[in-house]
């Protein structure tokens, strides 16, 4: 039996995370910030997460819809990312990110996650 009680508990993380990551998405994307596409993010073991920025005011949702780009990425992975305690680049150079489609998309969300960060105060590094 292989896995067993850790794919369960691994799977069960990344569902939080991804919960967590739509939460942090739906409080950055307000109705005055749009990214002007559909990013969807895939997170394998877990779901989607997509953005849709062509409607007004912004849609965050799980339902997976074609999109501009598509980033996959760990569920886990993207939450430290969005939470500002890991590089995407650094991410992105050792392979743990993939993008596919128009990259300009996803590079005009980090921008507006700082935006949120500096406002919150949270400190996330530049």
Do not use: W, Y
């Not at 794919?7 to 307000?30: Q, Y």
């Not at 680049?89 to 960060?117: C, H, Y």
């Amino acid at each position: 039996m292989a896995g067993g009680k850790s794919d369960i508990s691994a799977a069960s993380a990344a569902k939080r995370a991804e919960d967590e990551i739509e939460a942090i998405l739906r409080k950055v994307f307000t109705s005055d910030l749009s990214l002007g596409a559909v990013l969807k993010f895939v997170h394998p073991g877990a779901g989607v997460v997509v953005i849709d920025g062509r409607k007004v005011p912004n849609e965050v949702h799980r339902r997976d819809v074609p999109a501009d780009c598509t980033v996959h990425v760990d569920a886990l992975l993207n939450l430290s990312i969005l939470q500002g305690h890991v590089d995407q680049n650094t991410a992105f150079r050792q392979g743990k990110i993939r993008i596919v489609g128009d990259v300009s998309v996803v590079t005009r969300l980090r921008p507006l996650m700082m935006r949120q960060a500096n406002a919150a105060g949270s400190g996330a590094r530049e």
